[in-house]
């Protein structure tokens, strides 16, 4: 295992903050007239008790999600979309206007908006042409101010894994946080890299119930860490994060794990079809890999095919203002009705193929 001393990189007022104390901390059985809850109820039929505050630590959730992933309970953040762990994680570990974190685009946008929010520097190390990370340059950019090291795989926007030897280098050789965002993991012929929190005590896996679950609408994000980091986290989030409405139907899914392997496979069987259609089009420059439940690809004026197709009524994503994605655009794999009007469109604007 590789050592690091958690605690050293805790912002200072994080470590000696008194977190708040809610009513369920303390008891959440009998008569509650302890949290000013409206105990005449919701205003229409409720069988849930939405009118009581909902667990603070989502205990339940966090066993089944543990349990999936094959973790303890103390591995496991709940909190509203991954969007909230990664503000977590710089409010815990980075110092407003002091601190520096590490990105590689092209990547998830979010987490230099979120540093930006937050106050924190931002440092660069673009991923090569074939979108892969480079280890060295990375180690080789960390400063003393440096705290947080993103790295997203399967990447978005481009849909590749990265090499998993590349990312153990990357945290084997730097003494911070890194997060390794997993948001699309289960569509990934690369395993999850959860199986080695017990071997990098600075390792945080992030996921979500968005993609392979196909509850983007709940907003239900998870991180994954050592019991210390998660105690960081739980210790710094707003007390009732979660809400009850999010954490039922988050559990209902764990009831229903057949069904979502049933559409993970269809989702992968879709994508080969698209990848396969995509690459008859000559007019399509190149299909990247994929790894993900999108693909992205290249094609000549791609800003202007994208606003064409949005006008046949199909909407999908132009990613050309990325690095090294110039003309690129990235399809999400719809249904196969919804794909089949994706490729009608295409058609439409390039004329036959």
């Known amino acids: 295992m590789k050592k690091t001393d958690i605690q050293d990189l805790v912002r200072d007022n994080i470590l000696d903050l008194k977190p708040y104390r809610s009513a369920r901390d303390d008891f959440d059985t009998g008569i509650l007239l302890d949290a000013n809850e409206n105990s005449l109820g919701a205003p229409f039929d409720d069988d849930m008790n939405l009118n009581r505050y909902p667990m603070p630590y989502q205990e339940e959730l966090r066993d089944k999600i543990a349990a999936f992933r094959g973790v303890n309970r103390e591995n496991v953040f709940v909190g509203v979309g ?142 994954l860490a050592s019991p210390e980091i998660i105690s960081y986290m739980m210790k710094v989030k707003a007390p009732y994060n979660v809400n009850k409405l999010t954490s039922d139907t988050a559990a209902k899914a764990f009831l229903n794990l057949s069904g979502i392997t049933k559409n993970i496979q269809s989702i992968l069987k879709e994508r080969e079809r698209v990848i396969g259609k995509l690459v008859t089009f000559s007019q399509v420059e190149k299909v990247y890999p994929t790894d993900a439940n999108f693909v992205m690809f290249r094609i000549p004026d791609a800003l202007n095919v994208y606003k064409k197709i949005a006008d046949e009524g199909v909407v999908i994503r132009y990613r050309g203002n990325e690095p090294y994605c110039e003309n690129c655009l990235r399809l999400t794999i719809g249904t196969e009705v919804e794909n089949d009007r994706f490729f009608s469109a295409l058609e439409k604007v390039l004329g036959k193929k």
């Open 82 to 223: 991954s969007d909230e762990a990664i503000d977590l994680l710089f409010r815990i570990f980075c110092r407003p206007g002091k601190d520096r974190v590490i990105i590689n685009p092209p990547t998830y946008g979010m987490y230099k908006v979120s540093a930006n929010i937050n106050d924190i520097a931002v440092d660069e190390v673009l991923l090569t042409e074939s979108f892969q990370l480079q280890p060295e340059r990375i180690l080789e950019t960390v400063k003393p101010e440096t705290k947080i090291i993103f790295i997203c795989s399967p990447n978005n926007p481009t849909g590749n894994s990265l090499d998993v030897n590349d990312v153990i280098k990357v945290m084997e050789g730097f003494n911070g946080i890194v997060v390794v965002d997993e948001a699309y993991i289960d569509f990934s012929r690369q395993g999850s890299l959860v199986n080695n929190l017990k071997d990098f005590e600075n390792l945080v896996v992030l996921q979500t119930m968005s993609k392979s679950f196909g509850l983007a609408g709940i907003r239900l994000g998870k991180a």
